[in-house]
């Protein structure tokens, strides 16, 4: 069966340092790859997607970026946290483009201070 | 642009009454999903509905979808303190096949 993991759960970063958030997928191959953040008590908005190895598309501008190395993994990063980047961060795989039935990770709480 | 809208966005109910929330969305889509999420938790998935008439139902939950409305429905029969959580529907965006995603409605059942 496939699984999804996603670390570290919480964090805690000061205004103006670097991020990395990591999320891999195992039990599958070549899967669609999201990103998505959830400020508190709102809905989810969708940041970075991948279809492919080092394919990224960017839904949001922002000082965010996204990496996908490997088949099964995908990195959020940030070279400078903003107050403002602070949220729960999720990421989700989907089998493919046409079937797009995302299942998620357990997410990352992230707050800026 | 694909836009989809939830309402309630807050709901508070008694255990054991039904109730529905609703999902519309402004155009024309293939699939449309149904989320819970807990409080600090992260989503699951509950429902996918592909085609119009779909009906889905898994214990006291029901979804159904109606394309040509542009409308899914998930209704909740003899509600207990368990369903308490927010619920999201999402509708595929046709050409990208991204999700959209509604705002989510908190649904609190009172014992």
């Known amino acids: 069966s496939q699984t999804i993991h996603q670390w570290p759960a919480t964090l805690v970063q000061p205004v103006g340092s670097p991020l990395s958030l990591e999320c891999t997928v195992e039990?599958?191959?070549?899967?669609?790859l999201y990103w998505y953040r959830q400020a508190a008590g709102r809905g989810l908005q969708l940041l970075f997607y991948s279809v492919g190895i080092g394919q990224i598309s960017s839904e949001v501008p922002q000082n965010l970026s996204a990496s996908r190395p490997q088949d099964r993994q995908f990195i959020l990063s940030s070279k400078k946290l903003l107050l403002s980047d602070s949220g729960f961060y999720l990421c989700?795989?989907?089998?493919?483009?046409?079937?797009?039935?995302?299942?998620f990770g357990q997410g990352t709480r992230l707050t800026v201070v | 642009e694909l836009k989809v809208e939830q309402n309630p966005l807050f709901l508070s109910m008694q255990e054991g009454k039904n109730y529905t929330i609703y999902c519309n969305y402004s155009?024309?889509?293939?699939?449309l999903y149904w989320y819970r999420q807990d409080p600090g938790k992260s989503l699951e998935s509950l429902f996918v509905?592909?085609?119009n008439g779909a009906v889905k139902q898994e214990g006291r939950l029901m979804a159904s979808l109606d394309t040509k409305a542009r409308l899914s429905t998930l209704h909740i029969t003899a509600a207990v303190h368990d369903l308490s959580a927010t619920y999201f529907c999402?509708?595929?965006?046709?050409?990208?096949?991204?999700?959209?995603w509604g705002a989510g409605t908190k649904l609190i059942i009172k014992p």
């Open positions: 509905l592909l085609s």
């Open positions: 989700a795989w989907s089998v493919s483009s046409l079937n797009t039935e995302a299942f």
């Open positions: 999402a509708v595929e965006k046709r050409g990208n096949y991204q999700l959209i």
């Open positions: 155009t024309t889509s293939d699939r």
């Open positions: 039990g599958t191959s070549n899967p669609n």
